[in-house]
Every structure is written in structure tokens, then in C-alpha cells.
């Protein structure tokens, strides 16, 4: 299966288990990541979600797949996986190392607690495939970086690594690659020992101010997405990716 998931005690595992694809996430991925995390809102026996992977977090979208569900129309599972994602009630918590690419960052800025090994590798490569960013992170990123490092990272999609993610406060702590798991667990173990209620409203009034931007910054994203994959920068790029060659944009205007 590509996507694990296992309830122990009141801790819900969400493990990415797709290594040979370096973890990029299918439409089915995301269905199962959605249906998971549903689940766990509605069980009040689990407290906390993590969100791990591999060697690899995440590769990013599987591009053949997503053009295989039909481009456009295989937004939905990625929709259904963000609105649960950025809904979440209880605290979540995500563990990377290796690639964290497109997707495999953004989701990172619905986590609570985000842990990273110096392996971590990070980019947003959306306007290289003639797209646009998506879970909110045309909002979330400018925020949580500032609006200058957010600019550079979503225009250029230039690559950085865990320390440049730490000092801009993408993540919350850099831990060793040999202890990752176990951090996780510590954490994991940490926040279901506190008093669910009242970290389910401290995580609801952190939320608050920007909840409604949030969604209409989705709302706005998923607009521009969809009109951008109908364009012909993002079958140049599309094409240009599949055959493993540079694109050429250069009679675009």
C-alpha cells in the first residue's frame, strides 16, 4: 500500500510508503490521506496526527498520474486532501527528510509541529511546470517566511535546504537523521498527554484570524490552477518533464 496508516494508542500514523517514486503523491494517496485524517477528526480517541514518510517526505505530485486522472478533473481528491488537511481540529505533526517538493512543502504550513532532518530538501516548482501554488501557500508562505522569500522561493522555485527552512521558520526544530522517528514519537506522545480540549481551542484560536482567508485563498488557487493546466506553458512543461528534457518557453508571452 502507498500510504500506511495505523491508530496506536491516541496517536494516528499517516506514512507515505511509496519510496521508489521518492513518495510523489497519486490521486489514490491523497484519497487514503483524506480518508484518514476524517476519520481521526471524528474518533475522539486520537489526539494527535503524524504525517512521515521515508528516506524521502515527498517527490510532490506523481505528474504521469495526475494527467491520467484527467488533469483538471483530478483536482478533486487534492481539494477533498487540503480542505481536511487546513481543517484538521487536533494537533498535527509531520517529520521530513530527503525531498519535500511542491506539495511535500506546502502541506507543511497546516502542521503544528514540524520536525526535519538535515537531509531535508525543499522547492516550489510550480511556475517551472506553468502552474501556480496551491494549499493556500500563496497566502501561508509570505506569512510565515516574509513576503521576499516567499517571492523568491514560489517565482524561481529555487531549491533550499533544512537550515534555510529553520532559520525562516518553516520548521520547528532540525533533529538527527537516526533519531527522526523516535522525536516523532516523543512529540506525538507529548501533545496526546495534554488536555485535548483545551488543545483542540488553543489550535482553533491560532487558526481563527486567518481560517476565511485561507479558504478563499484556496479558493483562488484552485481558479488559477485549474485555468493554467488548460495552458500551453503547462503542456510545454507537462511534455517537456515526460521527456525528460529542458522546456522551451520562449514564444510564450
Known sequence: MTVL???KGPVLTIR???PEKKNAISLAMYEAMTAALKAATDDSAVRVAVIRGGDDFSAGNDVADFLAGGGEAGLTPIVDFLD???GFPKPLVAGVRGAAIGIGTTLLLHCDVVL????ARFALPFVQLGLVPEAASSLLLPAAVGRLKAS???LTGEGFDAEAAR???LITR???ETTLEMELDAVAARLAALPPAAIRRTKALLREPQEAAVREAMTREVEA??????????KEAFTAFLEKRKPDFSRFE
Request: glycine share 6%; aromatic share 10%.
Open 152 to 154: 523568491w522561493w514560489l
Open 5 to 7: 496508516t495505523e491508530t
Open 225 to 234: 490552477f485549474g485555468a493554467q493546466l488548460k495552458s500551453a506553458e503547462a
Open 116 to 119: 526535519a532532518t538535515p537531509s
Open 167 to 169: 532559520d525562516a521558520g
Open 84 to 86: 481536511a488537511l487546513s
Open 16 to 18: 507515505l510508503n511509496r
Open 174 to 176: 532540525l533533529i538527527a
